[in-house]
């Protein structure tokens, strides 16, 4: 099924982005230069816009709409109401690993509803950045901050539930 793929409002676009932690230490002029290799995606109700181990190409942002995530649990080739560990909104991106990594994607986004997305394709992304050092150290500075919290948050549930397993024995 192909996307459609409409124009980037300039303003509105580096609105969104500045919002993004992801992007927030980023200047107004870098910020716009990230927002011109981005395009809107309209995307109709339960489509699959990151199929679980495949390959990612983009960052996207949810600039409307609302996606579940899931993962084969079971390894049925299915990805049933249970299986889902996570749902995004309005402002949340995922597939950002995709920009730096060649790994291949731990869960499956599908649309609940119609979604207007915002792709910000890995090829497009690593020709910017390849142009542009400063905004490159910048840019992967901010996804290590990211990762970093990601880390920190994840190693203190982890040491939550073991420290609840142990009074529970």
Not at 3 to 16: I, Y
Not at 17 to 26: A, G, R, S, T, V
Not at 28 to 39: P, S
Not at 132 to 143: G, P, Q, T
Request: hydrophobic share 40%; aromatic share 6%.
């Amino acid at each position: 099924m192909e996307l459609e793929l409409t124009g980037f409002g300039e303003f509105e676009g580096v609105e969104l982005l500045q919002k993004l932690h992801l992007f927030q230490k980023l200047t107004f002029d870098e910020t716009t230069r990230l927002g011109g290799i981005i395009q809107y995606i309209d995307v109709p109700a339960n489509t699959i816009v990151i199929e679980e181990n495949a390959l990612g190409d983009a960052l996207y942002v949810i600039a409307k709409g609302e996606v579940r995530i899931t993962r084969d649990i079971n390894n049925d080739g299915k990805h049933d109401d249970n299986e889902e560990i996570g749902r995004l909104k309005d402002g949340d991106l995922f597939g950002e690993m995709s920009l730096i990594d060649d790994v291949l994607t731990s869960a499956r986004v599908t649309t609940i509803g119609p979604s207007r997305l915002l792709k910000m394709p890995r090829a497009a992304f690593e020709s910017l950045l390849a142009s542009d050092e400063k905004l490159a150290i910048k840019v992967y500075r901010s996804f290590c901050r990211t990762l970093s919290d990601r880390l920190r948050r994840t190693t203190a549930l982890l040491a939550k539930s073991q420290a609840m397993q142990v009074s529970v024995r």
